[in-house]
Every structure is written in C-alpha cells, then in structure tokens.
C-alpha cells in the first residue's frame, strides 16, 4: 500500500476510535453530543483563528513587522506570544494582485494550530486534499471565490516539518481602521487561501 493510503487507512482507524469514545461518553451522560459540537466550532472558527488573523494584520500596518514575517518567521510569530506545537516551523505565503496562494495538506492534515486552531472537516477531507492540487481554481469556485482569470494560484503542501500561512490581502478602503479592527476582518479560510479578506459592509443609513 502506498503511503498515503497508508495514512487514509490510519486516519479512518483513529476516527472510528474518536467516534466509539463518544458514543460511550455521550451513553453515559458524560458529555452532550450538541456542546461538544458547540466547543468544536468555537475552536475551528473562532478562538483558534483569532491568533492568525492578528498576526496576518499587524503586516498591513506595520511593514517592518511584514519584513520580520516574512524572513524570520517562527521568531516574528513567537514575538506575539503565539508558540507550540505543530506551529515550529511555519512559513508565510503573500497574497498579491497576481498571487493567490492556496494551503492543503495532501498527506493527512498538517496545519498551524497554534495559529489557526483546529483544522475544519474539509481540510482533512478526499476530496479538498486531492482536488486543492489537481483543480484548484474549481476548489475556490466551490468556495464561493472567483479570482480573475489572470491571477496566478500557487498551492502549498504543509507537511510534518512546515505549515503555511496564508498573508491576505488587505482590503481597498480600510487603511483608516486600527489593527484590531482589521484582524477582526480576517477569517479563518483567508489564512487557508480558500477565502479573501473583504472591507466591512458598508451599512446604509435609513433616510430619516
Ligand atoms: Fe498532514
């Protein structure tokens, strides 16, 4: 069997394991099925990339921080306190006009959690694995993202040693916004490449 089947027959083994455990906790009333999913969710979405995103928008209004991010990476990270495993080595990929960068593990799901949490159910899935390299344009389409034809899309393979980190974009008209207001702009998927960063919506006054 070939390695990633190797890691396929590995990863289903470890979640039939995962899946026995909660049964039998959830059987025995010592955890509740709907909070747990509730506490997975707020780490995949939002207590987890809440670290990422802070790290991605300090660069937008700081540039000799994007030149630390940049060349010295696990340093400039480790500088805003954010350290641990599976985030040792991280390396930092800028989006550009021409440039959009897009993060996959092929192997398994390699990830930065220290940075992002924990990684969402399609990024360990088949299919994004496998189609993130061969179709990457269609992946973004299915995304809901349509980058213009011309921008060039580089995937990433994360693996064991490195993980990568998406650097958005920042968006047109929010260079007035403080750098807490930015990072809050900043979602998870944007640091994956399967999403960009948006300006907030402009809210329409109701004409008196
Ligand atoms: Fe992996």
Same mark, same amino acid.
Request: aromatic share 4%.
């Given at each position: &069997?070939?390695?990633?089947?190797?890691?396929? +027959?590995?990863? =289903?083994?470890?979640? %039939? +394991?995962v899946n026995a455990l909660e049964s039998l906790l959830i059987?025995?009333?010592?955890? $509740?099925?709907?909070?747990?999913?509730?506490? #997975?969710?707020?780490?995949?979405?939002?207590?987890? !990339? +809440?670290?990422? %995103?802070?790290?991605?928008?300090? !660069?937008? /209004? $700081?540039?000799?921080?994007?030149?630390?991010?940049?060349s010295t990476t696990d340093e400039a990270i480790a500088s805003m306190g954010y350290t641990g495993r599976q985030g040792e080595h991280v390396v930092v990929v800028e989006n550009t006009p021409?440039?959009?960068?897009? /993060?996959?593990?092929?192997?398994c799901s390699c990830y930065p959690w220290p940075l992002l949490g924990l990684p969402p159910g399609w990024y360990k899935s088949a299919p994004y694995r496998s189609r993130a390299v061969i179709d990457p344009r269609g992946v973004l389409v299915d995304f809901g993202l349509h980058l213009p034809a011309d921008t060039q899309i580089q995937v990433w393979d994360s693996n064991a040693e490195v993980r990568y980190l /998406? #650097? !958005? &974009?920042? !968006?047109?008209?929010?260079g007035h916004l403080p750098e807490a207001a930015l990072a809050d702009l900043v979602s998870r998927n944007a640091m994956i490449g399967t999403d960009v960063v948006r300006?907030?919506? /402009? =809210?329409?006054?109701?004409s008196p």
């Open positions: &069997m070939n390695q990633e089947g190797d890691q396929d +027959r590995i990863n =289903r083994e470890l979640e %039939a +394991r059987d025995k009333s010592l955890v $509740d099925r709907q909070a747990l999913q509730v506490i #997975l969710e707020l780490y995949e979405t939002r207590i987890g !990339p +809440r670290n990422g %995103a802070r790290v991605v928008a300090r !660069p937008w /209004v $700081d540039p000799l921080f994007k030149a630390r991010l940049l021409q440039l959009h960068n897009l /993060v996959v593990c092929t192997l /998406v #650097l !958005p &974009m920042q !968006p047109e008209g929010t300006a907030p919506a /402009v =809210r329409l006054e109701a």
